[in-house]
Nanobody, 121 residues
């Protein structure tokens, strides 16, 4: 079965940087868009960034200029480099990918378990 696993969360000081990674594994036939969502404490989950190809990415206004999303198709991974972190970036970050597996002939959304990012002031 398809699985997404995030890594790289932790505690950082405001203004610092942190890199997140997400690896997809399993019986994968194809991967479409990949991206990151986050859920701050007490708030709804929101889109952070998505990437369709190596040069096509979209970002939430709140993270533009600070975050960079990238993917490595050979490794089935998507990464999020977070710079100039702010306390309001504190959230659980979730990896998302649209994946076609050998169990299906359609693309479905898959989610990682989440990794927590805490930015202290």
């Amino acid at each position: 079965q398809v699985q997404l696993v995030e890594s790289g969360g932790g505690l950082v000081q405001a203004g610092g940087s942190l890199g997140l990674s997400c690896a997809a594994s399993g019986r994968i036939l194809g991967i479409g868009p990949m991206g990151w969502y986050r859920q701050p404490p007490g708030k709804q989950r929101e889109l952070v960034a998505t990437i369709i190809s190596g040069t096509s990415a979209n970002y939430a206004d709140s993270v533009k200029g600070r975050f960079t999303v990238s993917r490595d198709n050979a490794k089935n991974t998507v990464s999020l480099q977070m710079n100039s972190l702010k306390p309001e970036d504190t959230a659980v970050y979730y990896c998302n990918a649209v994946i076609k597996s050998s169990s299906d002939d359609v693309y479905r959304h898959y989610w990682g378990q989440g990794t927590q990012v805490v930015v202290s002031s």
